[in-house]
């Protein structure tokens, strides 16, 4: 359903507040840069710390910059049940071609839970579901077994996989089938995981860099590793620089040095980039050529 280079969006701010012109100009460049879909209201997007009103002003924001040239895949996880399903079923009114959706952090459901958990979702709203799986923040992994059990769910069309655990990608096609989507959700480990049949990536990266990440998402749909492998190179301090200190700060803070019109602020308890940081990312926007 979904491929190439994907962006988990930053939320711009502005005096602690929404930048709904600069989010609008940023996806127009993003689509206009190669941009094959956009997620709104991941983590990148600092889902955790916007209010209700907040986070469908950002997905409406979306849904309405993109005007239908790309999908949107809304951000709408959460630890709550019921809150997930809210947020689904406003996506799905708004236009959102698909839900991101997290598992369950900080509750650390059983797998019988999370499978409950997906369920629940998939019975309260028809809108499909991309599956999250990012144990380093959540705490909470969901198993190979479970996910095989959560694609036999006629909504669950993907899955994001943050775990680092690249024999997944095999195991998955063995137990879910060849044509079910699998997308990265590391940057670094991308080329690795389209090699095993992964067919894109939810990416911090393509944030900053989203033509250089198009162009290495059209590599390795050709099937071409050796331009894969030179672009991989290319991007690979970038990506790493993007985790230089807690993210977002590091990648609004890139964003501040390619556009003049965007801000960096970040919103409590995250802080700006740090000094470390900051240098880490000069030198991979050099390295990488973006600047």
């Known amino acids: 359903m979904f491929s190439g280079s994907i962006p988990a969006l930053v939320t711009p701010f502005r005096d602690g507040a929404f930048d709904a012109p600069a989010f609008k100009r940023f996806v127009d460049?993003?689509?206009g840069e190669g941009t094959s879909a956009l997620v709104p209201c991941g983590t990148t997007g600092e889902s955790a710390t916007l209010g209700f009103d907040e986070h469908y002003q950002v997905i409406d924001c979306?849904?309405?910059?993109?005007?239908g040239r790309v999908p949107v895949i809304a951000g709408c996880g959460s630890n709550d049940t019921a809150t997930a399903v809210r947020h689904m079923r406003y996506a799905q009114a708004a236009g959102a071609a698909a839900a991101l959706v997290v598992a369950p952090y900080y509750n650390?459901?059983?797998?019988?839970?999370?499978?409950?958990?997906?369920?629940?979702?998939?019975?309260?709203?028809?809108?499909?579901?991309?599956v999250y799986n990012v144990p380093g923040r959540t705490v909470t992994d969901i198993s190979t077994e479970t996910m095989c059990k959560l694609a036999e769910i006629a909504s669950v069309v993907a899955i994001k996989d943050a775990s680092g655990d690249l024999a997944r990608v095999t195991a998955l096609r063995a137990g879910a089938g060849r044509n079910f989507c699998q997308l990265s959700g590391n940057d670094d480990?991308?080329?690795?995981?389209?090699s095993l049949g992964g067919v894109g990536c939810i990416?911090?990266?393509?944030?900053?860099?989203?033509?250089?990440c198009?162009?290495?998402?059209?590599?390795?749909a050709a099937a071409d590793w050796v331009r894969a492998l030179t672009l991989h190179e290319r991007l690979f301090a970038l990506h790493n620089a993007m985790f230089s200190d807690t993210s977002p700060a590091p990648v609004k803070y890139a964003?501040?040095?390619?556009?003049?019109?965007f801000d960096p602020e970040v919103r409590l308890p995250i802080i700006p980039a740090n000094d470390a940081g900051r240098s880490a990312v000069d030198a991979a926007l050099s390295a990488a050529g973006v600047l």
Do not use: M, Y
């Open 62 to 67: 979306c849904i309405e910059a993109a005007a």
């Open 255 to 261: 964003l501040s040095r390619v556009h003049d019109w």
């Open 214 to 220: 198009a162009e290495f998402a059209s590599a390795v």
């Open 108 to 130: 650390r459901p059983s797998q019988d839970g999370i499978l409950a958990h997906f369920k629940a979702l998939a019975d309260a709203s028809d809108l499909p579901i991309v």
């Open 29 to 31: 460049w993003q689509i």
């Open 203 to 212: 990416s911090v990266t393509a944030n900053v860099a989203p033509r250089l």
């Open 189 to 194: 480990l991308w080329l690795p995981h389209a």
